[in-house]
C-alpha cells in the first residue's frame, strides 16, 4: 500500500535576490513539507536570512515565486499561515510582554490566548516586565512565545537557540516535535550542523547563496567518516591489522600501543571481515562528524557558485 506524499505548504521556485551588483541568493528552489523539519544550514553570509525575508515578502525576489499554502507570498493572506522568529530578534523595549503581545496579535499576529498562557507558564517568562530589562535568553522566550502561538502552517525559526540555556534549548526541540507532530512545516535556519542533527529530518545546504545539496540526515550521516578504536590482543598483530585497514578503499588507518585508529565512510561490514582474521579485544565506536560533511559542501570546488551564474 503506497504512502501518500507530504503535502508541500513551502515551495520556492528558482528564487533570486540580488542586492545591486552582490549576491543574496541565486536560484533557490525548495520545497518544504508539512509536518517535517527541513534545516537551512550555511555559514554566515550564506543567504539563509535573505532566503527567510523573501518567503515573507520583506525582501523582494528579482526573480522567481514562491507559494505559500498554494497562495504567492506576494499576497497579504498568505502571511497568516506564517510564523517567523528573526535570528536579530529586535522588541521595543519600553513594552511590557502582556503589551508586545496584545500589540503583535492586534496587528495580524493572530495568537491564540490559550497558547499564550500554555508557553508563557513553560517558558517561564514574567510579562509584566518592560521588554527591555530582561536578559537576552528571556527576550528569546518571547520571541519563542510570538512564533509557537500562532498555530501557523510554516514556522521559520531563523538560528532560534541563540541565547537559550541548555533546558531551555530542550524546551525548544520539544515544542519543534509538537507542532510538526500537529502538521505544521519548520523551516530552521543554522550554521552548526550539530544543532539540529535531532531535529531536522532533512537539511539543506546554502554555499554563497546557492543551493548545493539537500539531503536527509540519514544520507548525510552516510557521508560522514566514521571513526573506530580497535584493540589487538596480540600486539603482534597491531601493525599488520593496520596495514590489511588500510589497504580498504577510503579507509585511513594508524597504529599506536595495539591501539588501530581507522576512519573510514560507508559501510562497516568490510571493516568487520577484515577485523575477522585478527586477535581483537574490543571495538569501540567514536562516532562520525556531521560538521565535517557541511565544511565539505563549502569548501569543496564542485559545489562552488559559478561565476557569472
Known amino acids: 500500500m503506497s504512502t501518500a506524499a507530504p503535502e508541500i505548504v513551502l515551495d520556492m521556485r528558482g528564487v533570486t ?17 508539512a509536518g517535517q523539519v527541513t534545516g537551512l544550514l550555511g555559514p554566515s553570509g550564506s543567504g539563509k536570512t535573505t532566503l527567510l525575508r523573501a518567503v515573507l515578502d520583506l525582501i523582494h525576489p528579482q526573480r522567481g515565486a514562491i507559494d505559500i499554502v498554494t497562495t504567492s507570498s506576494k499576497d497579504r493572506r498568505a502571511r497568516a499561515n506564517v510564523a517567523y522568529l528573526p535570528g536579530d530578534l529586535s522588541l521595543p523595549g519600553r513594552l511590557t510582554g502582556q503589551a508586545l503581545l496584545r500589540r503583535f496579535s492586534a496587528a495580524g499576529g493572530g495568537l491564540d490566548p490559550a497558547r499564550v498562557k500554555v508557553l508563557t507558564d513553560r517558558l517561564r517568562i514574567d510579562l509584566t516586565r518592560p521588554v527591555g530589562t530582561l536578559s537576552k535568553g528571556n527576550r ?7 512564533a509557537f502561538a500562532k498555530n501557523a502552517r510554516v514556522l521559520l525559526l531563523d538560528e532560534p537557540t541563540s541565547g537559550l540555556d541548555p533546558l531551555l534549548q530542550r524546551e525548544f526541540a520539544t515544542l519543534v516535535h509538537e507542532a510538526v507532530n500537529d502538521g505544521a512545516a519548520v523551516l530552521l535556519s543554522s550554521h552548526v550542523m550539530s544543532e539540529l542533527e535531532d531535529l531536522a529530518d532533512r537539511v539543506a545546504v546554502l554555499r554563497e547563496g546557492r543551493l548545493v545539496a539537500v539531503e536527509t540526515i540519514d544520507q548525510l550521516r552516510a557521508r560522514a567518516r566514521q571513526r573506530i578504536r580497535i584493540r ?25 600501543d595495539a591501539v588501530i585508529d581507522a576512519t573510514f565512510t560507508g559501510e562497516v561490514d568490510r571493516i568487520i571481515k577484515t577485523l575477522a ?16 560533511v557541511l565544511l565539505d559542501f563549502y569548501s569543496d570546488e564542485r559545489y562552488a557558485p559559478k561565476v557569472g551564474g
Open 140 to 146: 528569546q522566550k518571547v520571541g519563542l512565545v510570538l
Open 232 to 256: 589487538t590482543i596480540d600486539a603482534n598483530d597491531t601493525d599488520a591489522c593496520c596495514d590489511s585497514l588500510a589497504q580498504l578503499p577510503g579507509v585511513k588507518a594508524h597504529a599506536a
Open 17 to 33: 535576490v540580488m542586492y545591486g551588483s552582490a549576491r543574496g541568493i541565486e536560484d533557490v528552489s525548495l520545497s518544504v513539507p
Open 277 to 292: 582474521e585478527y586477535s581483537v579485544q574490543s571495538i569501540e565506536s567514536v562516532g562520525g562528524e556531521l560538521d565535517e
